[in-house]
């Protein structure tokens, strides 16, 4: 009889690890303090690879870890003033994630449409706090 019970609760506690998290709430990634001026790191949330950077006026960012040309992980690049830029080609992508700079294009040359996806981000209680679900809810919730 207490073997049964002992399954079935073990069964409920794997089958509680196959459900996913809810990407709609705010969910802590790393101190504030651990990511300097013109950094970056690499932040897993669930299935969500993520590249956080702070920019060069202490802004932060985040994009989906995967350069929209190759699929490198951003994570690797340089923050170039408010922009993080791959390290394959060097494509450099803004805050929202949108393509704005090919250096070895000339600068009249219209740009691919490529984007990768950006998060929420916020800093608050000297935690970085990232959104990783839909951003038009973000607003409307704040970190616990
Ligand atoms: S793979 Fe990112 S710019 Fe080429």
Redesign the pocket.
């Known amino acids: 009889m207490e073997l049964v019970t002992t399954l079935k609760s073990q069964t409920v506690r794997t089958r509680i690890r196959d459900v996913g998290i809810n990407p709609n709430h705010w969910y802590a990634v790393s101190w504030a303090t651990d990511l300097k001026v013109g950094q970056v790191m690499p932040v897993k949330i669930w299935e969500w690879a993520i590249a956080v950077y702070r920019d060069i006026n202490g802004q932060l960012h985040a994009l989906e870890d995967s350069?929209?040309?190759?699929?490198?992980a951003?994570h690797k690049?340089k923050v170039k003033g408010a922009n993080l830029a791959?390290?394959?080609?060097?494509?450099e992508f803004d805050s929202r994630g949108q393509c704005v700079k090919?250096p070895y294009l000339p600068p009249t040359q219209k740009l691919p449409c490529a984007q990768t996806r950006s998060f929420p981000i916020q800093e608050l209680h000297g935690l970085i706090w990232v959104f990783p679900g839909d951003s038009s809810l973000a607003e409307a919730s704040q970190p616990p």
């Open positions: 350069c929209p040309r190759r699929g490198v951003l690049g791959c390290r394959y080609h060097g494509w090919i």
